[in-house]
């Protein structure tokens, strides 16, 4: 099947939004914490979370011009702190109802009944049954002109997992975690791995790694 | 286990990379094909191809400021196309193999052995084995000041995949496809999809898509 330009831009928009969405490739899935000034907590998915950097830590995410998203943006902006929480599949049908558009005097912790919780005095709130928890502090953002979407760039401040799922080379393995990932904007799904390789060098046979 | 900001920043340098590269959460692998004015193809592995907007349909990924992804930019800097495509769980020797640090008169197409074709006199090359083909012109770039790294802007122009991995809605089912992603920089994943839901709405109950 060979779709032009033109007939991807002249499907009906859901139709073009389903199929855009979900043609890039796996998607991360992830729920965001944050809090605003006066202490009002938000929580939404986000199937954008990136790496950017690994020194200095960096995370990335996309956030839409529209939408609850929103929310977030506000409380980043008042409070320059976010959390990231990965997924559990015990958790996806809560995960995907923070996409509705609660006002903002709702927190999605308590409309969707996922428990909160503060670590280390870190001001934004994590989630507390995920299994990958990750504190970010608001380090800039790019503002992408041909859609106004944002590029938000966060520096991690703290991470929280599981001693268990991480290996000893430093790999966090997310098969172990059960973190979820989304395809499109609506299907959750889990990861088997295939094969973890060796870094690959010009001339010489490719291994796994063991 | 809790990682703070200065524990990761003391990590050997891969640890941390492992560490770092692995905990944002589950990403896409694909393979970004591009050609350089006087003919030479190239072929890198990219895990930062990431979805943009619908509508105008956009893609991004994250291109780092060393190592061999260098020519990809190089290429599409001098014809202004590149191609994404999907990896098959049969390929993924292959794509990571991409990632070595080839010299520039060589193509990864061929020494990796995964056959290129062109399609509808499109610049650059596809990977003929892949499942799912997109079709890109550069359309902008963000220079992310924290760490050099470009964030790349695509206009999706032409996309190729088999029909019967299309659902009636628009949605491409990527475990139909078999498109695998990526853990860190050196896992390689299959993915199951657990559910896939309805639009989540305010006051209403969450079923599953059927």
Redesign the interface.
Known sequence: ?????NS??E?P??????????????????LIGSISKSGQTNLAIF??????????????F?LRPTTVERHTYENIFETNVFT?N?IH?KM??QA???????EKSISEFEVVNLEKEF??DFKAPFVKTSP?K?ACEY??E?K????A?R?I?G?????????GI??L???????KSE???C??T?????????????????G?E?NS?S
């Open positions: 099947m060979h779709l032009s330009h991807v831009k499907l928009s859901r139709k073009r939004a389903q199929l855009i969405n979900s043609i890039g490739g796996l998607k991360s899935a992830n199937n954008s979370v990136m790496h950017i950097g690994s020194h200095p830590a960096l995370l990335g996309i990231i990965h599949p996806i049908a995907h109802q923070t996409s509705a558009k609660y670590l280390d990958i990750i380090q800039n790019y992408i002109q041909e859609n979407c590029l760039i520096k991690i401040t703290d991470i929280y997992f599981d001693e991480q290996n080379d430093g790999f966090v393995d997310l098969t973190s979820v990932g395809i499109g609506d299907a959750y799904f889990k990861a088997t791995i295939l094969n973890r390789f060796e870094y690959a060098e010009v010489k490719l790694k």
